[in-house]
């Protein structure tokens, strides 16, 4: 697995400045709230990292509405909390440009999109949907050889590790999982598709080499994947990949932490 | 300006092909009751969200009732999968096997 260790720290430390601000329409009663601002990490998820957003703006709500879920909206696009941080972002990269920081959500509690977003119950829900994501990873890097025969303690590292924003406690069990088991190649590289603009993702059966033998390279799969668009520039964690990159090596160093990496063409 | 032609048109060919409908195989597990039908077709576009909202009609559970829809009897996908994409990824023989279950089963 991952020899490059520094790029691992490098990712796992990506942070986004967010000025959150309620809806003008939700304000209850004379006094504006303040913009929150929070440095939330890439890697993470909203509603891990919203605890103090919500606490900050429910005194400005009215009361009858505070019992609602709270929902983040950019550019009048509800906010996936299923999808990482980082992913919502590069989301609405355009042309090379990135969205300005801080980057401006608007908060609600009230006309929750309950056609567009899944509802999270609790945090609970938060844990359930990233486990699942590792055990659907793991099933296709390993057909599910490796996390099944975790312990659950070891289950447990994982999800607190991100938790707590602690590298070494989530690192020393992931990279049981981010070893292949069989030879060099994982059997199939877990991977999202997005195109930036759109909160819709496609996911299909990526192989990390060709029938010759051969690395799959970034630019091979993207091509494969979207024939009809020439020549587009790919982007994981904000950065733009060089297509001579093999996917493997992706897999194993820039994966997101449900062990997926998620890959938005612009 | 031709390049925009050329992706409106892709797109086009992508709405209508999330209109097809794929074939998917409901089985239960564990104290589920099981379905008359089992074999469905499906619109691709469908959620995971939706194929419960579905099931729970067709089993008639009442709304304490908790549900849940594993792939492979090994992962729980997210309710806004679509099942174009698992199909795309775990169809055996043309057809995507689900598994539900009214407790949790795979974790």
Same mark, same amino acid.
């Given at each position: 697995?991952?020899?490059?260790?520094?790029?691992?720290?490098?990712?796992?430390?990506?942070?986004? %400045?967010?000025? !959150?601000?309620?809806?003008?329409?939700?304000?209850?009663?004379?006094?504006?709230?303040? *913009? !929150?601002?929070?440095?939330?990490?890439?890697?993470?998820?909203?509603?891990?990292?919203?605890?103090?957003?919500?606490?900050?703006?429910?005194?400005?709500?009215?009361?009858?509405?505070?019992?609602?879920?709270?929902?983040?909206?950019?550019?009048?696009?509800?906010?996936?909390? +299923?999808?990482?941080? #980082?992913?919502?972002?590069? /989301?609405?990269?355009?042309?090379?440009?990135?969205?300005?920081? *801080?980057?401006?959500?608007?908060?609600?509690?009230?006309?929750?999109?309950?056609?567009?977003?899944?509802?999270?119950?609790?945090?609970?829900?938060?844990?359930?949907?990233?486990?699942?994501?590792?055990?659907?990873?793991?099933?296709?890097?390993?057909?599910?050889?490796?996390?099944? =025969? @975790?312990?659950?303690?070891?289950?447990?590292?994982?999800?607190?590790?991100?938790?707590?924003?602690?590298?070494?406690?989530?690192?020393?069990?992931?990279?049981? /999982?981010?070893?292949? $088991?069989?030879?060099?190649?994982?059997?199939?590289?877990?991977?999202?598709?997005?195109?930036?603009?759109?909160?819709?993702?496609?996911? =299909? /059966?990526?192989?990390?080499?060709?029938?010759?033998? +051969?690395?799959?390279?970034?630019?091979?799969?993207?091509?494969?994947?979207?024939?009809?668009?020439?020549?587009?520039?790919?982007?994981?964690?904000?950065?733009?990949?060089?297509?001579?990159?093999?996917?493997?090596? @992706?897999?194993?160093?820039?994966?997101?932490?449900?062990?997926?990496?998620?890959?938005?063409?612009? | 300006?031709?390049?925009? $032609?050329?992706?409106?048109? %892709?797109?086009?060919? +992508?709405?209508?092909?999330?209109?097809?409908?794929?074939?998917?195989?409901?089985?239960?597990? #564990?104290?589920?009751?099981? /379905?008359? =039908?089992?074999?469905?077709?499906?619109?691709?576009?469908?959620?995971?969200?939706?194929?419960?909202?579905?099931?729970?009609?067709?089993?008639?559970?009442?709304?304490?009732?908790?549900? !849940?829809?594993?792939?492979?009897?090994?992962?729980?996908?997210?309710?806004?999968?679509?099942?174009?994409?698992?199909?795309?990824?775990?169809?055996?023989? #043309?057809?995507?096997?689900?598994?539900?279950?009214?407790?949790?089963?795979? #974790?």
């Amino acid at each position: 697995m991952a020899n490059d260790t520094e790029i691992l720290h490098y990712l796992w430390n990506g942070k986004l %400045a967010v000025c !959150f601000q309620l809806d003008e329409q939700e304000i209850h009663g004379i006094q504006n709230p303040e *913009p !929150f601002y929070l440095m939330v990490p890439r890697m993470s998820y909203f509603p891990l990292v919203c605890d103090k957003v919500k606490k900050h703006f429910l005194k400005h709500v009215d009361p009858e509405k505070q019992e609602l879920e709270m929902w983040l909206e950019y550019k009048d696009i509800p906010l996936k909390w +299923n999808y990482p941080i #980082g992913v919502i972002y590069d /989301l609405f990269t355009i042309d090379n440009k990135q969205v300005d920081l *801080p980057w401006k959500i608007t908060i609600h509690f009230d006309n929750f999109p309950e056609d567009k977003l899944i509802r999270c119950s609790c945090r609970d829900a938060v844990e359930s949907n990233f486990m699942s994501s590792m055990k659907e990873a793991d099933m296709l890097k390993h057909r599910s050889q490796v996390f099944a =025969t @975790m312990q659950r303690h070891q289950h447990s590292q994982l999800w607190t590790g991100l938790l707590n924003d602690k590298f070494d406690q989530f690192w020393s069990e992931n990279k049981k /999982l981010m070893e292949p $088991t069989e030879g060099n190649y994982f059997k199939h590289i877990p991977i999202h598709f997005y195109q930036s603009g759109s909160t819709s993702m496609t996911q =299909t /059966l990526v192989k990390p080499i060709s029938d010759d033998g +051969n690395q799959i390279t970034l630019g091979e799969l993207i091509k494969l994947h979207y024939p009809s668009m020439d020549n587009p520039k790919v982007f994981t964690h904000g950065i733009c990949i060089p297509k001579e990159t093999p996917v493997q090596w @992706m897999s194993e160093h820039m994966s997101y932490l449900d062990n997926f990496l998620h890959i938005i063409v612009v | 300006m031709e390049e925009d $032609t050329v992706e409106s048109s %892709a797109l086009k060919v +992508n709405a209508a092909e999330n209109k097809e409908k794929i074939e998917i195989l409901l089985k239960a597990t #564990g104290n589920a009751p099981i /379905l008359k =039908t089992k074999k469905w077709m499906v619109e691709k576009e469908k959620t995971v969200a939706a194929i419960i909202e579905f099931l729970r009609k067709l089993l008639k559970l009442d709304s304490s009732d908790a549900l !849940f829809l594993y792939i492979n009897q090994a992962f729980a996908p997210s309710p806004d999968q679509t099942m174009k994409n698992l199909y795309d990824c775990y169809s055996t023989e #043309g057809r995507l096997i689900l598994h539900y279950c009214k407790t949790q089963a795979w #974790g």
